[in-house]
């Protein structure tokens, strides 16, 4: 019997049921809780990629929007026996006007949750509240931070 060929969807697959709890190891004193860091997750995952021939790379690309260029990070995690991949982006910019380290937050926050979502890995409590905490009405704080964000009146698909 011949045996199927091997894509990404089949390596991730196993790569999945073999990923164990990743620990919260990462507490938000904002919102008090915990979640899981990004290098909680690449040290649980790296060596399952690597075992089932899946590389996993992050890089820029620039987008213009409206005569200016945006950061799109852009999240590959391809399988090298098959060439099959699996490629998300995400917009990467520091909306607080704080300028590369607000910045460099965001990409590491954004490989997080590509990757979460990518594998399928639970997410932590508060951010799998249905919709609750976002629905709430805005702190003085955060209504501060909505108040400074960057607009566009194109918008396109990122994801």
Known sequence: MAQAKDTI???LNKV???IGKIAEKGSNPQFKNKYMKLEDILNEIEPLLIQNDVA???YFDYQDMNGTLIPILIMEFRHLGSDTMIVSKAPCVDDTK???QQIGSG???MRRYMMQSILNLRPDPKTDDDGNDSSQPPSPVRQASEATKV???NTQ???
Do not use: E, L
Request: hydrophobic residues 20%.
């Open 16 to 18: 999945k049921s073999s």
């Open 98 to 100: 704080r300028g590369s």
């Open 157 to 159: 698909d990122w994801i």
């Open 56 to 58: 996993c790379y992050s």
């Open 107 to 109: 990409v590491t926050y």
């Open 151 to 153: 607009t566009h009146n």
């Open 9 to 11: 969807y089949s390596a």
